[in-house]
């Protein structure tokens, strides 16, 4: 069975810092999902990585995605408020399931004037 | 374009009560995902659809929840009779194969039950 796992689950960060969040998964996949839940919202869709070595960037955040290490990072450079929200990570589960994705339980970021 | 629709916002009901949940997903996208979101805790699926038929309704509490999808448009999701702990969020989402199955997520149902 599929397990996902997502570390720190709460990160309270300064203004300026970086920072990694890290995403464990526990059996073979090449396809990772990253989404991010804003209070009381909906998830939005962040970064879609689909091969080993696979690397995204978007603003301030980066995300990197290692299949042999069943492991991916989604790093955030010099944080701003704006990025406080919860970061979730998915898996898209065996191939020919049309898209199943098992997340992890989300980590809570808090930026910090 | 147009996103995930659902409806209704929220729902208050008390246990052993009815509730249906209703989604519209983008036009043209062939799969479609209810998920149940419990407060602090990951998104889990519910069922998915690929077109009418379900592909996956493993983690679906089939004596009380059901779902259908008719016409491989809109779907229903329904709860019946209501239990406190189904007091979640329930996310419906759909997803078109362009080299991945990328998933656009609607607004959310926000279910209470007392």
């Known amino acids: 069975e599929l397990k996902v796992e997502q570390n720190p689950l709460f990160l309270s960060m300064q203004e300026g810092k970086n920072y990694t969040i890290y995403c464990n998964y526990s059996?073979?996949?090449?396809?990772l999902y990253w989404y991010r839940q804003d209070p009381g919202k909906s998830l939005e869709s962040l970064f879609v990585?689909?091969?080993?070595?696979a690397v995204k960037q978007e603003g301030r955040l980066m995300a990197s995605l290692d299949t042999k290490a069943r492991l991916s990072t989604l790093h955030i450079t010099a944080a701003v408020h704006d990025l406080s929200a919860t970061y979730f990570c998915?898996?898209?589960?065996?191939?020919?399931?049309?898209?199943?994705?098992?997340f992890g339980q989300g980590t809570e970021l808090s930026v910090k004037p | 374009e147009a996103g995930v629709a659902q409806s209704p916002r929220y729902k208050i009901i008390e246990k052993r009560q009815s509730v249906a949940f209703w989604c519209n997903p983008i036009?043209?996208?062939?799969?479609l995902y209810w998920y149940q979101q419990i407060l602090g805790q990951g998104p889990k699926l519910l069922i998915q659809?690929?077109?009418?038929?379900?592909?996956?309704d493993s983690q679906l509490p089939k004596d009380r929840f059901s779902a259908e999808r008719l016409k491989g448009v809109d779907s229903t999701l329904k709860i019946q009779p209501a239990k406190l702990e189904d007091s979640a969020v329930y996310l419906c989402?759909?997803?078109?194969?362009?080299?991945?199955?990328?998933?656009?997520f609607g607004p959310g149902t926000r279910l209470t039950v007392t």
């Open positions: 989402a759909s997803s078109s194969w362009q080299g991945s199955y990328e998933q656009y």
């Open positions: 059996t073979t996949s090449d396809r």
């Open positions: 990585l689909l091969s080993n070595g």
């Open positions: 998915a898996v898209e589960g065996l191939y020919n399931q049309g898209g199943k994705l098992i």
């Open positions: 036009s043209g996208h062939a799969t």
């Open positions: 659809f690929q077109n009418n038929g379900v592909v996956d």
